[in-house]
């Protein structure tokens, strides 16, 4: 699980509404190089590297985060019940050199975090309705089920997307995953989903050069695991990416993303 690691994984792509168990304690981190080697050779005896698809073994992710004209998702990250709206979405390649390509599944998800927990409510979505939310034909909040919060918030449409390379490794009964996301930049929604075709977002906002290491688990963590997150404290991180890019969004320059060779 380092930048020079090739295995990858994309998490579970089954048609569910709700995850299932859900990993409900996470914590963030900044960690330098050496601080992800040093917790990945702690880790390594309880946990393997996961590869989703072998043919398109470096797996990213392209995440839209949605919010009102009020900004009421930002500004729920200021209480003790922050919540974010996003439509995710899946790409792979072959070769680090070779531009990814969307894959095809797509998910709009509502989180919740409340202290060191978090609840995570996902459907799946079509392709004519992912593009339907990224053009602000379709409101999200119609295509998930009624009880969720955020519904008084109004009116919503896509702010910014996070672009990232995941890897990840995970405990053999899914209790544990760690998930190290390098390349991480926030740039303007994309106008269009397309299985197969390009998934590199190309109106940039920032970029940061740092990776990001997230750990996840489900009840109480196993001593292996609470003795290797010492480890990382001096690296811990509170912001999610929503907040960074809403942030880099709303004091922001758009520059060009420069495309990958082809």
């Not at 981190?29 to 390594?44: D, K, M, T, Y």
């Not at 990416?241 to 060779?261: D, I, N």
């Amino acid at each position: 699980m380092s930048g020079a690691e090739d295995a990858v994984f994309i998490e579970s792509r089954e048609d569910v509404v709700q995850p299932s168990p859900e990993l409900d304690h996470e914590r963030r981190f900044l960690p330098s190089p050496e601080g992800v080697a040093s917790f990945v050779e702690a880790v390594r005896p309880w946990t393997e590297p996961l590869v989703y698809d072998p043919e398109q073994p470096h797996a990213f992710t392209r995440t839209t985060y949605f919010d009102t004209e009020r900004l009421d998702f930002l500004a729920s990250c200021g209480t003790k019940r922050p919540q974010r709206l996003r439509l995710r979405e899946y790409a792979g390649s072959p070769h680090l050199a070779q531009p990814p390509v969307l894959t095809g599944p797509r998910f709009l998800e509502v989180k919740m975090t409340t202290g060191a927990r978090r609840t995570k409510t996902r459907c799946p979505v079509s392709e004519e309705a992912a593009n339907a939310l990224l053009s602000g034909l379709a409101q999200p909040l119609a295509l998930l089920p009624p009880e969720l919060p955020g519904r008084a918030f109004g009116p919503m449409r896509p702010q910014v997307t996070a672009w990232y390379r995941r890897s990840t490794r995970a405990t053999a009964d899914g209790g544990v995953r760690l998930t190290l996301d390098e390349e991480l930049s926030f740039a303007l929604p994309p106008g269009h989903s397309e299985t197969g075709g390009p998934a590199l977002p190309t109106r940039l906002i920032e970029r940061l050069p740092a990776p990001l290491l997230e750990v996840k688990w489900r009840g109480p963590p196993p001593r292996w695991l609470a003795q290797a997150l010492t480890r990382l404290v001096p690296f811990e991180s509170r912001g999610s990416k929503f907040e960074q890019g809403m942030r880099a969004l709303l004091g922001s320059t758009v520059t060009p993303l420069p495309r990958l060779p082809r």
